[in-house]
T-cell receptor, first 118, second 118 residues
Framework: GAVVSQHPSWVICKSGTSVKIECRSL??????MFWYRQFPKQSLMLMAT?????????EQGVEKDKFLINHASLTLSTLTVTSAHPEDSSFYIC??????????????FGEGSRLTVL | AQSVAQPEDQVNVAEGNPLTVKCTYS??????LFWYVQYPNRGLQFLLK??????LVKGSYGFEAEFNKSQTSFHLKKPSALVSDSALYFC????????????????FGTGTLLAVQP
């Protein structure tokens, strides 16, 4: 299957700082990537849809100024949690759907990034 | 509104016994259905999908699922459970597009924790 890489896998930061998480499709291109947030023992909540070359589309209730998304190329999307606070601590997962030969209908997920804000 | 329901928070089964993880859906139009598995602190791994064709879908690691349109269900099954199957399982549906077909946005169920006892 197609491979999606997230970095960092673990990050601990102080309250008030900003943290950037990268999501890369390693062997395919994706015009659209998705960012999810998962709380302990809960399902995935879609935060936003990242669109290559244009603005991200945010789900209702997600602060776009808090969670900055940049989809600079067909293989990279970044999520920046600005002025992080302890309540932002969570597991963030990205996913992508290939636009070319590896497109078989399903989304491919990264391994997730665990953010802990002290 | 489109939704996916997983009625069981946890399923317990003895190793070697058959397992079933239930999923029902509510979606306008033809559903695009998926099962994913998540191991602790990891991203999601694709197991199988139903888009069209045979109602019985076979996927990774010996799992299969049966699409039942009349019951709006897509239960995940395996004839003989392994301890290594213990994980969190998510059923998902792609949100339909108003003009037909489906978007790339996945709507997840709440997840079912499968515990296989030796």
């Amino acid at each position: 299957g197609a491979v999606v890489s997230q970095h960092p896998s673990w990050v601990i930061c102080k309250s008030g700082t900003s943290v950037k998480i990268e999501c890369r499709s390693l062997d395919f291109q994706a015009t659209t990537m998705f960012w999810y947030r998962q709380f302990p023992k809960q399902s995935l909540m879609l935060m936003a849809t990242s669109n290559e070359g244009s603005k991200a589309t945010y789900e209702q209730g997600v602060e776009k100024d808090k969670f900055l998304i940049n989809h600079a190329s067909l293989t990279l999307s970044t999520l920046t949690v600005t002025s992080a606070h302890p309540e932002d601590s969570s597991f963030y997962i990205c996913s992508a759907k290939p636009i070319n030969g590896k497109n078989t209908g399903e989304l491919f997920f990264g391994e997730g990034s665990r953010l802990t804000v002290l | 509104a489109q939704s996916v329901a997983q009625p069981e928070d946890q399923v317990n089964v003895a190793e070697g016994n058959p397992l079933t993880v239930k999923c029902t859906y509510s979606v306008s139009g033809n559903p695009y259905l998926f099962w994913y598995v998540q191991y602790p602190n990891r991203g999601l791994q694709f197991l199988l999908k139903y888009i069209t064709g045979d109602n019985l879908v076979k996927g990774s690691y010996g799992f299969e699922a049966e699409f039942n349109k009349s019951q709006t269900s897509f239960h995940l099954k395996k004839p003989s459970a392994l301890v290594s199957d213990s994980a969190l399982y998510f059923c998902a549906v792609r949100a339909p597009r108003a003009s037909g077909g489906a978007t790339n946005k996945l709507i997840f169920g709440t997840g079912t924790l499968l515990a296989v006892q030796p």
